[in-house]
């Protein structure tokens, strides 16, 4: 089992930034990779970034590409999304994912609870 916990949200005016938190936990979560999806008011779940425990391998959604950044901190067990120039389409629950090295929510196995990222005008 792998758990996984979000922190960081909130509300923001639009231009400011935030970084996310993912505090993962259980034996075998660095064997997964980690993902970041969001999921805006009355849309499907979008993938954001993912990045491999152990290599650190990354990568983006193409919209993604320039504001967001995906680390991991592997003393922490922790895994961090870097939004920069926010702006209200970036308003969604934002989740971490643990599972393959993919663009898709159908390959990651566990997620956290999410947390809300506002973004006011």
């Known amino acids: 089992q792998v758990q996984l916990v979000e922190s960081g949200g909130g509300l923001v005016q639009a231009g400011g930034s935030l970084r996310l938190s993912c505090a993962a936990s259980?034996?075998?979560?660095?064997?997964?990779?980690m993902g970041w999806f969001r999921q805006a008011p009355g849309k499907g779940r979008e993938f954001i970034a993912a990045i491999s425990w152990s290599r650190g391998a990354t990568f983006y959604a193409d919209f993604a590409k320039g504001r967001f950044t995906i680390s991991r901190d592997n003393a922490k067990n922790t895994g961090y999304l870097q939004i920069n120039t926010l702006n209200p389409n970036d308003t969604a629950i934002y989740y971490c994912?643990?599972?393959?090295?993919?663009?898709?929510?159908?390959?990651?196995?566990?997620w956290g609870q999410g947390t809300q990222v506002t973004v006011s005008s």
């Open positions: 994912a643990a599972g393959a090295l993919r663009d898709h929510q159908d390959a990651y196995t566990y």
């Open positions: 259980g034996r075998t979560f660095i064997s997964y990779a």
